[in-house]
């Protein structure tokens, strides 16, 4: 159902780029002038080449960014400067801690992830990766038929550790874990949280190389052990054990254009609507994000402490190198290979042709499985017009609707640019083209 549910989100994250980019797999990797394959499976350059760019799908191990190694912090939100729009972040991680997708609102000391109608939601996805820590999130879920809210981890080569809520059950968490993004329908565990939408719970994930742990206030909700992952198929334990991202996001699996299992597990068509619905969208208060990490597994490769770096398409945790190599990008049309100088000046290189530059916004972050399988039925469906971030100019600015939100959202200071203020194509962010490079 899971699954599924991804499957769907990904019909709308791919859609920017049907048209124009590549699609990636192991099997099928990124050519050398699009060299890097988004978490969506799709080949570009720019943000495809930082966070979620896969390693084993792209067109060489140095295509992809080094990751930027785990920093032990305390997250909060009283202004949204820590976070920065997708689309002009260059790998910098010294700089800012999250990257977003969608738009993130400041609202009394939290960011509320938004989701207005027309679009697909809000994606807030940390710069630097853990390679093992306690993950904490300090938040509310939304409530509503269709409306999922998620907190995981996810890394680049798609294992992955999963809180979702779905917007029917207040009363639940969803756990789950995947390992190198291979579909298991059996991992999947509902954990008791009382009134996710009214109460934020502080919602953990501890997790060593050994033992995962799912806690929920301080009590823990479930546990994982490694050593009972082994899959002697793959000859690997089906564990998450590579450095990964932080995402929270909320997403609407409830969509009309979704598939049926899809509304169902989310528990229905969303309604756009509703009562749950605040100064024109869906919301979920993300408070605080603690991040403790732990050291890097004994048999890590050590040749510096500042970034991970896979070294081998077995991609597990014997096969990543932490390094001293940091690749900040001077512009959108750079690669880890080329990551090119930041331009000064309008004085660029005429537009040549169209290079997608920044992957579709998947505010579901953990649909791994489906980048895996070219040509899915997902892939295909194109989503027709509309698509990530499609969204209604009018939506989400946070106030100056008219409609007064009840709990004095402290709208507009955000500081980063909302893709409402991009104006014309919704799309102009997604799948930019060279031209627009030349500024
Ligand atoms: C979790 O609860 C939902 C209902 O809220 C149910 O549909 C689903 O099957 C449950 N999942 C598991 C793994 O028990
Ligand atoms: C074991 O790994 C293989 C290859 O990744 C995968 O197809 C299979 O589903 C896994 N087995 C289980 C029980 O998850
Ligand atoms: C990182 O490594 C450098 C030398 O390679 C060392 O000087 C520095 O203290 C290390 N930093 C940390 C945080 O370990
Ligand atoms: C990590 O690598 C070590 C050594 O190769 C291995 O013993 C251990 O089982 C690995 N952990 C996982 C989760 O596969």
């Known amino acids: 159902m899971v699954r599924r549910a991804l499957s769907a989100a990904l019909a709308l994250a791919v859609f920017a780029s049907t048209t ?4 990636c797999s192991k099997d099928s990797k990124c050519p050398k002038d699009t060299p890097c394959c988004s978490l969506y499976g799709e080949c570009g350059v720019g943000a495809f080449c930082m966070g979620g760019c896969d390693p084993l799908m792209s067109h060489s191990f140095d295509s992809c960014v080094p990751a930027p190694v785990c920093k032990s912090a305390n997250y909060k939100f009283d202004d949204l400067n820590d976070i920065q729009s997708i689309d002009t972040y260059f790998g910098d991680a010294s700089k800012v801690n999250w990257q977003s997708q969608g738009m993130p609102e400041k609202y009394d000391g939290s960011v509320l992830l938004t989701m207005a109608e027309g679009t697909v939601g809000t994606l807030l996805s940390s710069t630097h990766y853990v390679w093992y820590g306690k993950i904490c999130a300090k938040m509310t879920t939304s409530q509503g038929k269709g409306v999922v809210t998620a907190f995981i981890l996810m ?3 798609k294992d992955e550790i999963d809180f ?12 789950n874990y995947y390992s190198q993004g291979v579909t298991n329908y059996k991992h999947g565990e509902n954990l008791t949280a009382s009134n996710t939408v009214k109460d934020a719970h502080e919602y953990c994930l ?16 479930r546990k994982l052990a490694r050593d009972t992952t082994w899959n002697a198929t793959a000859n690997r334990f089906d564990y998450p054990q590579t450095p990964a991202r932080i995402m929270l996001s909320l997403w609407p699996a409830g969509l009309a254009t979704n598939e049926k299992g899809t509304i169902e597990w989310a528990g229905g068509e969303i309604d756009w609507h509703s009562k749950y619905m605040q100064n024109g969208y869906y919301y979920a208060e993300v408070k605080e994000v603690t991040v403790e990490c732990y050291d890097a597994p004994p048999m890590a490769k050590k040749n510096g402490n500042k970034s ?6 077995a991609a597990t945790n014997n096969t990543v190198e932490i390094s001293n190599d940091v690749v900040v ?6 690669t880890g290979e080329e990551p090119g100088e930041a331009s000064k000046s309008s004085d660029g290189p005429a537009p ?30 194109g ?7 499609a969204a209604d100019p009018t939506a989400g600015g946070g106030g100056g609707s008219g409609q007064e939100f009840q709990q004095n959202v402290n709208g507009g200071s955000s500081i980063q640019p909302h893709l409402n203020n991009i104006g014309g194509s919704a799309f102009a962010i997604v799948i930019a083209v060279l031209g627009l490079l030349v500024l």
């Open 206 to 221: 501890d997790w060593t190389e050994d033992e995962l742990t799912w806690s929920i206030d301080g009590n823990e909700a």
């Open 164 to 175: 979702e809520w779905i917007g029917v059950d207040v009363e639940h968490a969803q756990s």
């Open 308 to 313: 991970y770096k896979y070294t081998d398409d």
């Open 329 to 334: 990008l001077g512009s959108l049309m750079g």
């Open 20 to 23: 124009l980019a590549q699609k």
């Open 352 to 381: 040549t042709k169209s290079v997608a530059m920044v992957p579709g916004g998947n505010p579901g972050g953990g649909n791994r499985q489906e980048t895996a399988v070219p040509n899915s039925p997902a892939q295909q469906t």
């Open 155 to 157: 890394s680049d080569v």
């Open 383 to 389: 989503a027709g017009e509309g698509g990530p971030f």
